[in-house]
């Protein structure tokens, strides 16, 4: 349960991040999200330098995994 309010809370982040509302989130723009700015390479998993919404929840997926109960902030 705690882990999806975590995921929700990052979610709010994502779309008061994305500034010009076209549903990705480029590096400038992970700039007010410092956890997406610092992460940005490995969750923008199609280096096309513009993270979704799907690729930040499956970094989340893959974070789990990596790093059992941690979180990410
Ligand atoms: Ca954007
Ligand atoms: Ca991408």
Redesign the pocket.
């Known amino acids: 349960m705690a882990e999806s309010q975590h995921e929700q809370v990052l979610f709010i982040d994502f779309t008061l991040a994305d500034s010009n509302r076209n549903g990705e989130l480029n590096r400038d723009e992970t700039k007010s999200v410092p956890v997406l700015y610092e992460h940005f390479d490995a969750i ?5 330098d ?3 919404g799907d ?1 930040v929840i499956e970094f989340m997926a893959n974070w789990r995994k990596t790093h059992e109960g941690k979180m990410l902030h």
């Open positions: 923008d998993t199609n280096r096309n513009s993270i979704t690729e």
